[in-house]
């Protein structure tokens, strides 16, 4: 059984498309981080980073509990557990390579640009440009790699088009008052639309949809999400 520890976020969408793609069985286990639930001891002691997603899987290596952190970790994991959307082994370093960028580059750079465009003060425009244009960029490395391609992989359906699903599904916040977000680069468009199709999506939006998560964004919210934007309380 996997305990997956969620919030309805990007990199935690991930991890349900997988588990649903997959059909593993799993316990939902929500982590309401706009309440400070992530900065929980009990929950600090599987994710030391205090983020979501994170899983424990109660079959893992030699019979044990096996705790996972970071969504391109988990990915990795459950794929090689189950051997499931890995691709071919001779596409093993495309699939490490491509699933590094995202997690290193056109994920991280996504999260600041929604970030300095939606929750940031006014006034940082330099920030605003460099996290968006950064984004845009990495979204142009992608699409100008998908000319010809139907997957990112091996053309096949793999770990890597779902870890780029997650945050291609926030295109209109990352790229914020677009009429088209995703118009300008037509295969990666292309593939969001591909892997958006499959029937394990709406199955994988629909987790967590019945828990209450807080969606007010008062300052308790700013400083569960952003403590390090405030000073330790003595």
């Known amino acids: 059984m996997i305990r997956f520890y969620f919030h309805p976020t990007p990199n935690p969408a991930k991890i349900a ?24 001891p009990s929950f ?40 499931k959307f890995l691709g071919s ?5 495309d699939l490490l390579s491509w699933l ?7 994920g991280p750079f996504s999260g600041q640009a929604v970030h300095f465009q939606f929750a940031a003060p006014e006034g940082l425009d330099y920030a605003v440009n460099r996290y968006r ?12 790699h998908l000319e010809g391609r139907s997957y990112i992989v091996d053309d096949t359906y793999t770990i890597a088009d779902i870890s780029a699903w997650g945050w291609l599904d926030r ?40 828990h209450g998560f807080k969606k007010v964004n008062d300052e308790e919210t700013k400083r569960a999400l952003f403590p390090s934007n405030y000073p330790p309380i003595a």
């Not at 509990?65 to 090689?80: G, K, Q």
């Open 89 to 93: 082994p001779e596409s093993r370093p």
């Open 171 to 210: 295109a209109s916040r990352v790229r914020k008052g677009a009429d088209d977000p995703l118009g300008p680069f037509p295969n990666l468009k292309r593939l969001f639309e591909t892997v958006n199709a499959r029937p394990a999506v709406s199955t994988a939006r629909a987790v967590g949809k019945h």
């Open 133 to 144: 244009r950064e984004a845009e960029r990495h979204y142009k490395v992608l699409n100008d």
């Open 44 to 83: 600090r002691a599987i994710n030391p980073n205090g983020k979501v997603p994170a899983i424990v899987d109660t079959e893992g290596p030699g019979g044990r509990d096996a705790r996972v952190f970071d969504s391109t970790a988990i990915l990795i994991y459950l794929a090689e557990k189950t051997g």
């Open 100 to 106: 590094l960028f995202i997690a290193s580059g056109l």
């Open 17 to 40: 498309l997988f588990l649903e793609e997959a059909g593993l069985p799993y316990e939902l286990i929500p982590i309401d981080t706009s309440n400070g639930e992530q900065h929980a």
